[in-house]
């Protein structure tokens, strides 16, 4: 019987390292469950026992590939005071996870739309926090404060980093730079 469990464990584990793989290589939306299993070495039937819906497998996938990685930290950032230097914190801190998991983050924003809902949701709530933690540094009220908050929604956009880094070949302090002085000016606006 342990060696049974071992060995149903030991093939979840393997079909959630190829997602992992595959996913970080061509995407979610080209992973099929052939390509899957063929990855893994089971078969079609060994995924679906393992995994029946997709949202089971993302989450798994998720999960598996969030314990190597060092995520941003917005309650950290909360705890700086002076607003700028918590933006100039936090985008450093988005920054430095977005370009350690570039390609794999590539892939599952381009093909978000193939990704079950509670995914998406969760990326979106992920990104709200990170705002909500800096746009909290500001005493700014009404079309002032959205003004901000836009402004760093847009700055801590994954594809925002993505532009100014990968395409522009921008340096990641150059872009924590150029968009911290794009809140700090709107910040300054007046509506």
């Not at 052939?34 to 039937?45: C, I, K, M, Q, Y």
């Not at 977005?98 to 978000?112: K, S």
């Not at 150029?178 to 700090?184: E, F, G, I, R, S």
Request: glycine fraction near 4%; hydrophobic fraction near 40%; aromatic fraction near 8%.
């Amino acid at each position: 019987m342990r060696k049974r469990a071992d060995d149903v464990a030991e093939t979840r584990q393997r079909i959630v390292e190829a997602a992992v793989r595959l996913h970080g290589t061509i995407g979610p939306a080209a992973t099929t469950v052939s390509a899957l299993a063929a990855e893994a070495a089971v078969t079609r039937l060994t995924v679906y026992r393992h995994f029946p819906d997709d949202l089971t497998l993302f989450s798994a996938c998720s999960q598996h590939w969030a314990a190597s990685h060092t995520f941003p930290d917005p309650e950290r950032w909360k705890l700086i005071d002076d607003r700028e230097v918590r933006v100039t914190t936090g985008l450093t801190d988005v920054y430095r996870f977005y370009r350690e998991a570039e390609p794999m983050l590539t892939n599952v924003r381009r093909d978000q739309a193939f990704l079950p809902e509670e995914i998406r949701e969760r990326t979106a709530a992920t990104e709200q926090s990170y705002c909500d933690a800096l746009v909290s540094g500001f005493t700014a009220g009404g079309q002032s404060r959205e003004l901000i908050r836009a402004t760093l929604h847009h700055a801590i956009s994954y594809w925002t980093w993505h532009s100014l880094c990968l395409t522009n070949r921008i340096k990641n302090e150059e872009a924590v730079r150029l968009m911290t002085a794009l809140v700090m000016a709107a910040s300054r606006s007046k509506k």
